[in-house]
């Protein structure tokens, strides 16, 4: 990850925190914030997922923006957003899965986890 994207990671927790955004009720646009740090929108959604990698829940509220999250609900609706956009990308992948059958030379391996977070030992 860039230094840029850790710094912008930076700011837009400290941004969120500062600003009270702990419920959907008071996310802030990512328009807003985009503008507000001079940013394009593809770099503010790799700074959440960075927050999201270090463990701070980022959450992207339904009716848009981010807030972190602080409560069973709100950790609740953000496992529904992640499961359903798995399904969205495994029937995704399913496609491709079908197409690629009579290619022989075409592997198909689906991990989720790095090897070291999904081994047993």
């Not at 328009?31 to 740090?37: A, G, K, V």
């Not at 359903?84 to 059958?101: G, H, S, Y």
Request: charged share 25%; with cysteine; hydrophobic share 35%.
């Amino acid at each position: 990850m860039t230094e840029h994207i850790q710094t912008l990671a930076d700011t837009l927790e400290n941004s969120l925190r500062r600003r009270g955004c702990y419920s959907a009720e008071y996310a802030v646009s990512r328009r807003s914030l985009c503008m507000s740090f001079g940013c394009p929108d593809r770099s503010l959604r790799k700074a959440k997922e960075t927050l999201i990698n270090r463990g701070v829940p980022v959450v992207a509220a339904k009716a848009g923006g981010y807030y972190i999250a602080t409560g069973v609900a709100d950790y609740w609706s953000a496992y529904h957003q992640c499961t359903t956009r798995i399904r969205a990308l495994a029937r995704e992948a399913q496609v491709f899965a079908k197409q690629a059958k009579d290619i022989e030379s075409m592997q198909l391996i689906l991990e989720l986890l790095p090897e070291e977070e999904n081994s047993d030992g």
